[in-house]
């Protein structure tokens, strides 16, 4: 999106002697950033998959026609097309699709919450370790990298066993699995704009360290940081049905994409809908969520030309 | 005139770079009165932008001042704490003395920014790409509690429009980068001026701008210095120096090599190396005379020839003396140099 950028400039550079009709419109960074999204087809039509699909997982309760544990053994595993059960029923009669729903539910609430809890210790701890430096950097990179160095899996793991299969339990061990890497990539950042003019400048217009970390380094460092945690969450569904594969997953009745998935590769030539909606449904999932990352990735790219 | 606005005394930052100590500034003494503008001239590397920076303390970690005297006279403001009344400060006596260089950081945070300001060299790398100018021009206002949101508004449409951006109240909302680089410089001089700071740094304020933009940001300082303010304006641009500043002094490998009223300096320069400062200069030379760049170049800090620095790239040195440490020496007419056959000379 080079040519925005030159427009912009341009047009700037005519300002000073040109008639004042030409100001520009203000536009910050992240209205030029929506711009880019914007133009961006494939990720744009993700981007509303992913909010219809986020809408879905809150009116779960009034879309869903069945609750989620609700069993009738008297329609077990019927097929596709069944009157009240549009995506037939599994092994315990209860609604496919409803489940479904429910455990798009699930997966977006750990993931969301992994992510999130990831994002607010990667910034706390990268933020203050960039900036303050020293003795304190040290200590706390030094914790960051002995965490990378531990095999995430198995952390998660343990993790779970310890705390029993619960949404928190689960939040918190895929979250704890992903601060790492964002962390040490929110430290590279502002170890990168603590270098630049401005923040020297608020320095001598005597800002206080503080202010400096979150008003002049923070927003200049959000934009790679947002594509990362964008891509992570994807990873972060992923992994919860990898840990529902393995049998750690949400406690049932709760449903699970992956939980669902594993029972369904057992009746897969009976009952062949148990299993090929959530893994479809999975897999359109995070296609989507990758490529929204894909397009946020593209859009703060470049504004980062711009500078 | 009841003193020197600022007075630098026998500063000295050093490097520490593993087991080797640059010495980027070795004793370096200047006065700046008020109203009036220093220039401190010298290449690349001669340790005018330490010297200058480390009147605020922006160094690097490495960076360590390990000697020296920064008195600024600075007029005592009504509740030390930063209340938001304004001192008046009219009377001599309204004003107290601070070591910029001792002073405790929290202390120093009050005068950086509301004392002094300071102009960088490229407007565009010196302003937050995320704020508006509004909350760009405004912050520190806000920061050092001078004045409220609205209030600090309307100061920096003002200050906007006094430094002759047209539509400041339109202007006021946009990024710096919507700006042309003249627009943005001028800006950076008005946001500096907010505070009404009694000492203005300059960095180079003219070098990352177009010819033409120049000569408009000159014309800007002059204003700032003639209502009152100190300046010290860093340049390797003897023109600049001409045009505007009212002393000069020259560093070379970090010291102080000569220092004069700036017409004593452009006529008869004393120093070789002020000698060839002025004959590798493009725009102060005739045209019938020759460019005369100084040959060599300006040496590595961490092997300084020993006595004058510049005495292996200087055409009249004569060694062992030229060896040995020289330091400035005041000739009659209240200039100083440190080329000791100048000082013969004279």
Known sequence: MGTIATSETLATDLGAGSPVADAPRPRGQWARAWDRFRSNRLAFVSLIFCGLLVLLALAAPWVATHHYAETDYNARLTPIGTPGHLLGTDLLGRDVASRLIYGLRTALFVAFGAELTALVLALLIGLVAGYRGGRIEQVLMGFTDVMYAFPSYLFAVVLVTVLGRSLFALILAIGIASWVTQARLVRAQVLALKQRDYVEAARAMGARGPTIAVKYILPNAIGPILVTTSFAIPAAIAAEAGLALLGLGVQPPTPSWGAMITDGMKYLLAAPHMMVFPAVLFALTLLAFTWVGDGLRDAFDASGEQR | MTGPLLSVRDLRTHFVRGKETLRAVQGVSFDVEPGRALAIVGESGSGKTVTARSLLRLLPRTARIANGQAILRVPKRAGASGGHRRGSGSASDAHREVDLLALPERELRRVRGREVGMVFQNAMEAMNPTLTLERQLTEHLLWHGICGKTEARERAVRALGDVGIPEPERRIRTYPFQLSGGMRQRAMIAMAMLTEPALLIADEPTTAVDVTVQRQIL?????????????????????????????????????????????????EPQHPYSVGLLGSSVELGDRARPLLPIPGSPPDLA???????????????ELPRCQTDQDLVTL?????TACWKAVADA
């Open chain 2, 219 to 267: 014309d800007l300082l002059v204003e700032v210095k003639n209502r009152g303010t100190g300046i010290v304006m860093i340049t390797h641009d003897l023109g600049v120096a001409r045009y505007f500043c009212d002393d000069v002094v020259v560093m070379y490998a970090g010291r102080v090599v000569e220092r004069a009223p700036t017409t004593a300096l452009l006529d």
């Open chain 2, 303 to 317: 092997r300084l020839p020993s006595g004058c620095a510049f005495h292996p790239r200087c055409g009249r040195a």
């Open chain 2, 332 to 336: 009659t007419d209240g200039r100083e």
